[in-house]
């Protein structure tokens, strides 16, 4: 019969390699978005399109975020929008990703 230190280590090895391979999945998924991104970039440039990130965005939040105050952003996407936390949070972290210069 095996132990019980053995089936813990057996299993903690299967979850570490599920874990491991979910993580390598996640990375290629965000380098491919970041080529399809940066080629993106480049037919806007071709084309001679502005591409302005705040474009959509409430004034007080481009405000907040052009000043780094990413907390007072969320609260001011909130208070705009009538979204939830996690909405206005990722809609923030979004806005600075494309606002933030490359």
């Known amino acids: 019969m095996i132990d019980s230190p053995l089936i813990g280590l057996i299993l ?3 979850l570490a390699a599920v874990i491991a391979m979910r993580v390598a999945a996640r990375e290629r998924h965000l380098r ?3 080529r399809l991104e940066a080629k993106l970039d480049a ?3 071709h084309q001679g399109i502005q591409f302005n990130p705040y474009a959509d965005a409430p ?3 481009v405000d907040a975020v052009r000043r780094g105050k990413k907390i ?3 609260k001011a996407y909130r208070a705009a929008t009538g979204a939830g936390l996690k909405e206005a949070k990722d809609y923030v972290d979004e806005l600075e990703r494309r606002s933030a210069p490359r």
Do not use: R
Request: charge should be neutral; glycine fraction near 0%.
């Open 59 to 61: 004034a007080s939040v």
């Open 32 to 34: 491919t978005l970041s």
């Open 12 to 14: 903690t090895c299967v």
């Open 43 to 45: 037919i806007l440039k």
């Open 72 to 74: 007072e952003a969320i």
